[in-house]
T-cell receptor
Framework: AQSVTQPDIHITVSEGASLELRCNYSYGATPYLFWYVQSPGQGLQLLLKYFSGDTLVQGIKGFEAEFKRSQSSFNLRKPSVHWSDAAEYFC????????????FGQGTELSVKP | NAGVTQTPKFQVLKTGQSMTLQCAQD?????MYWYRQDPGMGLRLIYYSASEGTTDKGEVPNGYNVSRLNKREFSLRLESAAPSQTSVYFC?????????????FGPGTRLTVL
């Protein structure tokens, strides 16, 4: 079945530590790939997106993501986490040739320890 | 520019009552979307409107209707609310051009059905 999976429901990291949030997708053709962030009580904001080309994508707030076709993955990374990064993170895809409809993963909640 | 606005922010309904959630955008975008967010399930598409005058079902349309009133406004109606419709509802919008570009989200409406 076509799906987007974020294996980690909740992750806790110490401030200043590195972060990697995992995302895997299951689609026949490579979809368009997105990461969104949702701060508590807020709407969603785009962090970055991948359509084609360089497989390492830079986003806002110091985030980056790497597309790996062989692993059907699009993992989000940040070298040094700040307390303000505590939020929920969503991986999302737009399947190829299916218009602009986003399909979301379940989300990963990030907590940051001082 | 307000971006994407949603009204109301909070609503409590009794089972069987009806209500309309309003969404408006001032970004001159063609496409608009309604999602619901439930814990552990990410966001799921209810309905979308690719352009003014068109609407189509998403992943979870049952129990909802929509109206694309004009280019700016896209409303979501619950005719007979059920407790299963307790959720946070988000409206989003984008240009609708290919490849799919960033969707901009409103702040959400938190709906409780008793």
């Amino acid at each position: 079945a076509q799906s987007v999976t974020q294996p980690d429901i909740h992750i806790t990291v110490s401030e200043g530590a590195s972060l990697e949030l995992r995302c895997n997708y299951s689609y026949g053709a490579t979809p368009y790939l997105f990461w969104y962030v949702q701060s508590p009580g807020q709407g969603l904001q785009l962090l970055l997106k991948y359509f084609s080309g360089d497989t390492l994508v830079q986003g806002i707030k110091g985030f980056e993501a790497e597309f790996k076709r062989s692993q059907s993955s699009f993992n989000l990374r940040k070298p040094s986490v700040h307390w303000s990064d505590a939020a929920e993170y969503f991986c999302a895809v737009v399947p190829y040739n299916q218009g602009g409809k986003l399909i979301f993963g379940q989300g990963t909640e990030l907590s940051v320890k001082p | 520019n307000a971006g994407v606005t949603q009204t109301p922010k909070f609503q409590v309904l009794k089972t069987g009552q009806s209500m309309t959630l309003q969404c408006a955008q001032d970004m001159n975008h063609n496409s608009m979307y309604w999602y619901r967010q439930d814990p552990g399930m990410g966001l799921r598409l209810i309905y979308y409107s690719a352009s003014e005058g068109t609407t189509d079902k998403g992943e979870v349309p049952n129990g909802y209707n929509v109206s694309r009133l004009n280019k700016r406004e896209f409303s979501l109606r619950l005719e007979s609310a059920a407790p299963s419709q307790t959720s946070v509802y988000f409206c989003a919008t984008n240009s609708g051009h290919a490849p799919p570009d960033t969707q901009y989200f409103g702040p959400g409406t938190r709906l409780t059905v008793l």
